[in-house]
C-alpha cells in the first residue's frame, strides 16, 4: 500500500450512492414545493413538478445499477464515472431552475 495515495477498499460506491439519494431528495423536495405554485402558476408549476419528480424517478431506478458498476470497480481496481448520468441530472436541474426563475420573475408580471 502506498503511503501516498491509500486504498480506498470498498466505500466509493457507498459515498456515490449516498450522494445519489440526496439528489434525488432534493429533486422529490422540489418537485413537492412546486405544488405550492400551481393556484398562481397552474399548468407550468405541474411542468416543474413532473419534471422533478421523472428526473427523481430516474435516478432511483438506475441506482442499483449504478452501485453493482461501482461495486465492480473497485473489485476489479478500475472505476469509471457514470459521466452520462451526472450530465443528465445537470441538464435536468438547470433547466428546472431556470424554469422556475422563469416563472417568478415573468409569469408573475404577465398576470
Known sequence: MNRD???DTGLPPERTSLAWGRTLLALVICGVLFVRWLPEHGWFAMILTG????AALGIYLSQRLRYRRNLKGVR?????ADVTAVLWTTVVVVAVG?????AVLFQS???
Open 51 to 54: 419534471t422533478s419528480l421523472a
Open 76 to 80: 476489479s481496481g478500475v472505476l469509471k
Open 5 to 7: 495515495h491509500p486504498v
Open 98 to 102: 431556470a424554469a422556475g426563475i422563469y
Open 109 to 111: 408580471l404577465h398576470e
